[in-house]
């Protein structure tokens, strides 16, 4: 995920009409207009602040420095050899006999082949280290899971186009906004009540589908405090846009005192889960006090309306 800041157009304007004042090419206020833009955003993949999402932003560059290993040499070469042995270059030599070179041959098969087997060995080790229903071990890159702790338990629900969150170990729920104290395990378990959605916090942990009659799972841990933005990646319709809601990550202090201030709101029955889940759009942020029982199971069973 990207977050760039508003385009200033009278800089836009400025940098064209020196452009065609001095008769540069496009391509060169075009390259210095998106260096400065890119250079005031805030890229949340590669510098997320959970410990999931940060070792898989480390495997997207170490995998992006392995492919350049091979793009880059090519491209330069490309660009060497068109320059090197053009039309007008007498020099360079003329061999139309040349058919083979076994140095050339080794160079070519050996090095893909190597970095093939290093992204490959990179990929599957980090795959399963960063599998989403694995438990977490360590809550950093520092630091392992104290013994005894357990995770936070959240079930997340997608409705149309809206977020429920249940906390069944407080006995709460909230909507479209999510809590959860730092560095503490979050256990995530995700479904959804008609239609497919991607639920994805990037500064938490990549996305993972939520599904109806399905459950997925993601674990994931917050280190850092803040105000993070997450949102369904996967078109669910007409109010797929406006599909957000806050994670906020808080210090254990702070997140009692949002439990504490959820439990002052009104109780989700079953019949207000069914007014809930009608389609609607831009929902405010909700909260309630209990939760009753079994509603979570009977979402996933798809049986709310009915005995399971």
């Known amino acids: 995920m990207v977050q760039c800041p508003a385009v200033d157009d009278a800089s836009s304007i400025r940098v064209m009409s020196?452009?065609?004042?001095s008769g540069a090419p496009l391509l060169i206020p075009a390259a210095m207009l998106a260096a400065t833009l890119l250079s005031g955003c805030d890229?949340?993949?590669?510098?997320?602040?959970?410990a999931v999402a940060a070792q898989q932003g480390r495997l997207i560059v170490i995998s992006t420095v392995l492919m350049l290993l091979i793009v880059v040499p090519v491209l330069g070469l490309t660009l060497f050899f068109?320059?090197?042995?053009?039309?007008?270059?007498?020099?360079a030599a003329y061999a139309p006999d040349w058919d083979h070179s076994t140095a050339l041959e080794l160079v070519i098969w050996?090095?893909?082949?190597?970095?093939?087997?290093?992204?490959?060995?990179v990929?599957?080790?980090?795959t399963h280290t960063l599998?989403?229903?694995?438990?977490?071990?360590?809550i950093d890159a520092t630091h392992a899971v104290p013994a005894g702790m357990k995770p936070l338990v959240v079930e997340v629900v997608a409705l149309d186009w809206k977020w429920l969150f249940i906390y069944p170990g407080l006995g709460i729920a909230s909507v479209n906004e999510l809590a959860a104290p730092v560095d503490v395990p979050v256990e995530f378990k995700i479904t959804s009540s008609s239609v497919m959605n991607s639920f994805y916090i990037p500064a938490l942990a990549g996305q993972i589908y939520a599904m109806p009659g399905m459950q997925t799972e993601l674990n994931a841990v917050i280190n850092h405090a803040g105000n993070y933005d997450g949102?369904?990646?996967n078109y669910s319709g007409a109010g797929f846009s406006g599909m957000h809601f806050k994670f906020r990550g808080m210090s254990r202090a702070d997140f009692e005192r949002w439990v504490q201030a959820s439990r002052a709101d009104g109780a989700l029955t079953r019949d207000r889960y069914l007014e809930l889940a009608r389609p609607s759009e831009r929902e405010p942020v909700r909260r309630y006090s209990s939760v009753s029982g079994g509603l979570y199971?009977?979402?996933?069973?798809?049986?709310?309306?009915?005995?399971?």
């Open 131 to 138: 599998d989403p229903y694995r438990a977490l071990r360590r």
């Open 123 to 126: 990929t599957w080790i980090n």
């Open 297 to 308: 199971d009977a979402i996933l069973n798809q049986c709310v309306t009915t005995s399971c």
């Open 43 to 50: 890229l949340v993949v590669l510098h997320p602040a959970g």
């Open 82 to 91: 068109a320059w090197r042995y053009r039309a007008s270059n007498t020099r």
């Open 110 to 121: 050996t090095a893909p082949l190597l970095i093939i087997i290093a992204l490959g060995a």
């Open 18 to 21: 020196l452009s065609k004042r």
């Open 231 to 233: 949102f369904s990646a």
